[in-house]
């Protein structure tokens, strides 16, 4: 037996190995790619069916109001009105700073009342946002302002 081919009968075995596991390493990276882009679809999928669904609700949600969207908007009318009537600005305020005084449940109650007749998802979207950023609207009114 020559050197080369001792040397060729044990690099064979060694060339090989190293031949397979690449095969092996791309499979499976083949692999790791494909289940990506199914989870990556399903979630398009998931976005899209939320979305879908979103607008059955609100389809559903106009079509099912009845009075309530009009009796939301003159209650809520009301306070601007009387802000606008000499002698009665008063009483807006009293009430307001009445309402302040609320459990905050009671207030949540009222919030998503309101919210359900006006859109909900935005009302959500905005307890979100500010839940998230951790911070409360402050009540800032023109004479706050100076």
């Not at 001792?6 to 397979?20: S, W």
Request: charged share 20%; hydrophobic share 35%.
């Amino acid at each position: 037996m020559s050197f080369m081919s001792i040397i060729q009968q044990f690099a064979g075995p060694v060339i090989e190995y190293f031949d397979h596991r690449n095969e092996r390493v791309h499979r499976q990276r083949a692999q790791e790619n494909e289940l990506e882009d199914a989870r990556h679809q399903r979630r398009m999928t998931n976005i899209s069916e939320e979305r879908s669904a979103e607008v059955d609700w609100n389809i559903n949600a106009q079509n099912n109001s009845g009075w309530k969207d009009e009796w939301f908007t003159i209650i809520l009318s009301i306070p601007m009105v009387m802000c606008f009537v000499p002698g009665l600005a008063d009483y807006v305020q009293a009430g307001f700073a009445a309402l302040e005084t609320t459990p905050m449940w009671y207030q949540s109650a009222v919030g998503i009342a309101i919210s359900s007749s006006f859109g909900y998802q935005l009302y959500a979207r905005h307890m979100m946002n500010r839940n998230r950023d951790g911070s409360r609207e402050q009540n800032t009114s023109p004479s706050d302002a100076t």
